[in-house]
């Protein structure tokens, strides 16, 4: 079993806003113009992964199982990816956000049309992410357009985005919105999280968390709900999320006197940084195989495809964040659908893309933005 290294490179050089300084751990890859920045690249080498006795086509092994292929349940949460602008550069991002990414940001426009979409949808949930989503200057725009319209609103975030002087006073509004805080920490370990998110990263950490804990976050309220996210600090699989999620909740409370809600354990997802990172450190292999070795069947009627729609910086609709990451767009008809032309009908009868790192959302427990899947 091989973890991340405990020391980080040097932080990044190319960022445009030394506002959005941070810890990070590594450089994206786009930024470094690495071979991974390629989605199709990155979809050759999961193909070109080759394992003695494992079955790697996962439609072969959903087939097996009894499923023949992933098909829409009704559609519940509406996923609107901000952008990948963050404060921070983690290894194991699957986005490949970063400081430098103002690239790809969302247009007010698509903004709108994002809205207008929700409108034909039975989606009770608006769920916002990126990159740091508070980071989008229409981040406060789109929260007060979901709320008006009655919807539940989660806001992923890293935490130390909280911590930044233009984000002075979001937590109390986030709270008087009733928007739930769905936060990313690796671990309750500084060793762990600062691995992956660079030196100093805990420590933000630490603040954020009373901070949301100040505002009445974390405390059992409903409409200030904080959730955790976690997730593994090398080639393994998450942990069982009911037996982290109290051992977390004891050692946050004890060591720094924190509460949550919630906690959520999330397995790696073989793309972008993450299976950068497999590829430098000989894991690729070991790792594959260990998620099609753990497919479990009864994570696939959970997964968050069947529920979600994902939609992307640049209007495009995906069956979730990670085939978005990869550009394999929803396209039932062979041409890729697009906000601006939302069909609710046409989007509840495609068929899920699948590929080869779907294996990371259907092993053990089951992986989602929602956490386990059983
Ligand atoms: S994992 Fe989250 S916090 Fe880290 S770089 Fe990616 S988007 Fe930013
Ligand atoms: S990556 Fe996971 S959520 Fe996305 S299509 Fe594959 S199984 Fe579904």
């Avoid at 941070?22 to 979809?43: D, E, I, M, N, V």
């Avoid at 991002?93 to 790809?104: E, L, M, N």
């Avoid at 709320?147 to 935490?159: E, F, M, P, S, T």
């Avoid at 939302?342 to 089951?366: E, I, K, L, N, Y």
């Amino acid at each position: 079993m091989t973890t991340f290294p405990s020391k980080a490179p040097e932080a990044d050089g190319d960022e445009r806003d030394p506002s959005l300084a941070g810890p990070r751990s590594a450089k994206t890859l786009r930024s470094r113009h690495a071979p991974l920045s390629s989605p199709a690249a990155q979809l050759a080498k999961l193909e070109s992964v080759s394992i003695e006795g494992s079955a790697l086509d996962f439609e072969a092994v959903l087939a097996a199982a009894g499923t023949a292929g992933l098909h829409p349940a009704p559609l519940e949460v509406f996923q609107i990816n901000l952008g990948k602008l963050c404060n921070m550069t983690c290894r194991h991002c699957h986005v490949d956000a970063g400081p430098d990414r103002w690239d790809a940001m969302m247009t007010r426009d698509t903004i709108e049309a994002c809205l207008r979409a929700l409108a034909q949808t039975t989606a009770h949930t608006v769920d916002l992410t990126g990159g740091a989503p508070e980071l989008h200057p229409d981040f406060r725009y789109v929260v007060e357009q979901a709320v008006a319209r009655g919807k539940h609103v989660i806001d992923r975030c890293n935490l130390s985005v909280l911590l930044l002087p233009r984000n002075t006073g979001l937590v109390e509004w986030l709270g008087e919105r009733g928007v739930e805080i769905v936060a990313s920490l690796p671990h309750y370990r500084k060793r762990n999280t600062d691995a992956q998110r660079g030196d100093g990263a805990f420590e933000k950490s630490i603040e954020a968390l009373r901070l949301l804990n100040a505002g009445g976050y974390g405390q059992g309220n409903p409409k200030r709900m904080l959730t955790l996210m976690s997730n593994p600090a090398g080639a393994f699989l998450a942990a069982a999320q009911h037996s982290v999620e109290s051992e977390w909740k004891t050692a946050l409370q004890r060591e720094w006197g924190l509460s949550f809600d919630r906690l959520f354990a999330l397995n790696n997802m073989p793309i972008s940084r993450f299976l950068e990172w497999l590829v430098d450190s000989d894991n690729l292999e070991p790792y594959m195989a260990r998620l099609a070795q753990s497919f479990n069947p009864a994570a696939v009627a959970g997964l968050m495809c069947r529920n979600t729609i994902s939609i992307s910086w640049d209007g495009r609709l995906f069956d979730c964040d990670f085939n978005q990451m990869l550009e394999l767009d929803a396209a039932p008809d062979g041409r890729a659908m697009r906000v601006e032309s939302f069909d609710f009908a046409a989007w509840q009868s495609r068929r899920v893309v699948t590929r080869r790192h779907c294996f990371g959302c259907t092993a053990g427990a089951g992986s989602s933005c929602g956490g386990a899947t059983t």
